[in-house]
T-cell receptor
Framework: SAVISQKPSRDICQRGTSLTIQCQVD?????MFWYRQQPGQSLTLIAT?????????ESGFVIDKFPISRPNLTFSTLTVSNMSPEDSSIYLC?????????FGPGTRLTVT | DAKTTQPPSMDCAEGRAANLPCNHS???????VYWYRQIHSQGPQYIIH???NNETNEMASLIITEDRKSSTLILPHATLRDTAVYYC?????????????FGKGTTLSVSS
């Protein structure tokens, strides 16, 4: 199994600013995934982050808005840049380990 | 990955069995059926998965039809803590770099 922690757990930010979300896993994993969950909606995959290479973004998400770092096999960050109220969501990181996908507790972001 | 169809909501009385259906008529031979749930404000939690045989664990049972075009998740004795959104996902397990793609799920409400 994998235990995933995220920081911060929640934040309230002003529009136009940026927030970096950290994700730490207690196991070494090749791929880490970032999801967004807008209020009342299901989870949407933002990108897949492979250690040592550039992240792969899903349709509708771009690197300039959501830059991702993956410096080692247990850690990743997602930055939400130039935030607007539409970015208010829960952001979750996730890993696939042993055929099962595990999720962090999420970071609840509110943009005012 | 193949898409799934689930009812948007279901109700269940506490102590009764909750039977959550899922249609996945375009599932491929190497795709598994996975079930996750998301309790309010938490990250998704793995429940169970299967390929073609019925499966049971400490949380639930998974019944997959012989043609694999549909399945049912069974919570044998639902409790109030089982109130959550339940996601049925078809997924090629062990495919490196592949993330779960979530549909809208079924909101299960368990009442006393």
């Amino acid at each position: 199994s994998a235990v995933i922690s995220q920081k911060p757990s929640r934040d309230i930010c002003q529009r136009g600013t940026s927030l970096t979300i950290q994700c730490q896993v207690d196991s070494q994993v090749t791929m880490m995934f970032w999801y967004r969950q807008q209020p009342g909606q299901s989870l949407t995959l933002i990108a897949t982050a492979n250690q040592g290479s550039e992240a792969t973004y899903e349709s509708g998400f771009v690197i300039d808005k959501f830059p991702i770092s993956r410096p080692n096999l247990t850690f990743s960050t997602l930055t939400v840049s130039n935030m607007s109220p539409e970015d208010s969501s829960i952001y979750l990181c996730s890993v696939n380990l042993g055929g099962e996908q595990y999720f962090g507790p999420g970071t609840r972001l509110t943009v005012t | 990955d193949a898409k799934t169809t689930q009812p948007p909501s279901m109700d269940c009385a506490e102590g009764r069995a909750a039977n959550l259906p899922c249609n996945h008529s375009t599932i491929s031979g190497n795709e598994y059926v996975y079930w996750y749930r998301q309790i309010h404000s938490q990250g998704p939690q793995y429940i169970i998965h299967g390929l073609k045989n019925n499966e049971t664990n400490e949380m639930a049972s998974l019944i997959i039809t012989e043609d694999r075009k549909s399945s049912t998740l069974i919570l044998p004795h639902a409790t109030l803590r089982d109130t959550a959104v339940y996601y049925c996902i078809v997924f090629r397990a062990n495919q490196a770099g592949t993330a779960l793609i979530f549909g809208k799920g079924t909101t299960l409400s368990v009442s006393s």
